[in-house]
């Protein structure tokens, strides 16, 4: 059984910076996918960004329009850990974000981490 393991978010100030990290508890060693979504108060849960590992042939990685140039999604595969580096936070990205984790034999997700942009 694998589980994921998210960083503290917090309350960060508009325009400032804040990286998520999520680490698996063991190694997926098939192609598999690990993502961010975010669930802001009365919304649905939604993709923010994700990346796709296949091994021996790279990666790939998808961004919501959002957030492209302000989001970056990095993963250390060593470290079983997908990062989500967050640049220029806006008020509108205040959510609750959720790590999953998703191959063809696994799909598990984190258990969520808030994040408020407040001045």
């Known amino acids: 059984q694998v589980h994921l393991m998210e960083s503290v978010g917090g309350v960060v100030q508009p325009g400032k910076s804040l990286t998520l990290s999520c680490a698996a508890t063991?190694?997926?060693?098939?192609?598999?996918?690990m993502g961010w979504y975010l669930q802001a108060p009365g919304k649905e849960r939604e993709l923010v960004a994700d990346?796709?590992?296949?091994?021996?042939?790279?990666?790939?990685?998808n961004y919501v329009d959002s957030v492209k140039c302000r989001f970056t999604i990095s993963r250390d595969n060593a470290k079983n850990t997908v990062y989500l580096q967050m640049n220029d936070l806006k008020p509108e990205d205040t959510a609750v974000y959720y790590c999953?984790?998703?191959?063809?034999?696994?799909?598990?997700w984190g258990q969520g981490t808030l994040v408020t942009v407040s001045s």
């Open positions: 999953k984790l998703k191959s063809r034999v696994v799909e598990v």
């Open positions: 063991r190694p997926i060693y098939s192609a598999n996918t």
């Open positions: 990346h796709t590992t296949i091994p021996n042939s790279g990666y790939t990685t």
